[in-house]
């Protein structure tokens, strides 16, 4: 029998070529999954501002000086969060998205540049619609980056919580301070915001519950994001009391008693506590590792 020694050992050395080729790709996506969590966690927190701008800009237009001394700070601040934003968008390969991105600046440039001539629920949509388009970049970026790797279901569990269910739980609030505050304002509540109120109330009050459930299972799920949860948790109290306001005053046909600060501060304590929750998800997001990888690691 006549075999070519270089053959056999050939064989096993382009076996060794292509478990290491096959390592090295599978850190490559870790590592750019890793900058994707990253640039979420930048969006939310411009999302995070918006929300803010959008509270204080309509609560301005309804009337309030005080509100109207935030607006430029405020302003100032989503704009320097979008100028960091490009820079790391520049560090994402494939996985950027510069079409939505430019549709998100316009959509920024548009409420900037226009809010002061607005009324109060123009400026609401605007807002609402830049937010929307922040949030769909930030679910699609997600599921792209989370198909980057192989990790066990909680973990799919949690990025779903995180890019889809929580956030947009969190805007649901935020759509009811922005109204809240600026009728708090006026002291009267005309048929079209009354109507916007009421349909936001109901739909917070079921998204609550979904939230709620998902993130205790997933506590129970080995994932320990408990002491965010409980803060979550905590600000039950706080949340019945922003509905009892909703339904007892600004709702109730009255004289409004509700002043436009206190509906704020109530209304931002709760939306706080449920970032707080989200963070810690993108937090044990950034921890899971491809499962390939844990079974290399394990040989």
């Given at each position: 029998m006549n075999t070519d020694l270089s053959t056999i050992v050939k064989q096993p050395m382009n076996s060794v070529n292509q478990q290491a080729e096959s390592l090295a790709q599978l850190h490559h996506n870790q590592q750019l999954r890793l900058k994707a969590l990253d640039l979420i966690k930048a969006l939310y927190e411009l999302v995070r501002v918006i929300q803010q701008h959008r509270a204080a800009t309509n609560a301005a237009l309804a009337g309030n000086p005080f509100f109207e001394s935030k607006t430029s700070p405020l302003s100032r601040e989503i704009n320097a969060r979008m100028?960091?934003?490009?820079?790391?968008?520049?560090?994402?390969?494939?996985?950027?998205?510069?079409?939505?991105?430019?549709?998100?600046?316009?959509?920024?440039?548009?409420?900037?540049?226009?809010?002061?001539?607005?009324?109060?629920?123009?400026?609401?949509?605007?807002?609402?619609?830049?937010?929307?388009?922040?949030?769909?970049y930030i679910a699609d970026l997600g599921e792209s980056a989370e198909t980057l790797i192989e990790t066990h279901f909680q973990y799919q569990a949690l990025g779903h919580y995180v890019f889809h269910d929580l956030p947009w739980f969190i805007e649901l609030l935020g759509q009811i301070r922005a109204l809240g505050t600026s009728t708090a304002v006026t002291g009267q509540l005309n048929k079209d915001i009354e109507m916007r109120l009421q349909f936001l109330l109901n739909q917070m009050l079921k998204q609550q519950v979904t939230v709620k459930q998902q993130a205790q299972r997933l506590s129970k799920e080995a994932l320990d994001i408990t002491s965010s949860l409980i803060d979550a948790l905590l600000c039950e109290p706080k949340l019945e009391?922003?509905?009892?306001?909703?339904?007892?005053?600004?709702?109730?046909?009255?004289?409004?008693?509700?002043?436009?600060?206190?509906?704020?501060?109530?209304?931002?304590?709760?939306?706080?506590?449920?970032?707080?929750?989200?963070?810690?998800?993108?937090?044990?997001?950034?921890?899971?590792?491809?499962?390939?990888?844990?079974?290399?690691?394990?040989?």
């Open positions: 100028k960091e934003l490009e820079r790391q968008q520049d560090n994402l390969e494939e996985l950027a998205r510069e079409e939505q991105w430019q549709e998100i600046k316009m959509a920024w440039r548009t409420v900037h540049q226009q809010w002061h001539q607005d009324e109060v629920i123009e400026n609401f949509e605007l807002h609402s619609h830049l937010v929307k388009l922040v949030l769909l009391r922003l509905t009892q306001l909703l339904n007892n005053d600004l709702l109730s046909g009255g004289d409004i008693v509700t002043t436009a600060d206190e509906f704020y501060t109530l209304a931002t304590a709760i939306i706080d506590a449920h970032y707080k929750v989200m963070n810690e998800g993108l937090r044990l997001l950034r921890l899971s590792m491809d499962k390939r990888i844990q079974a290399w690691v394990k040989r």
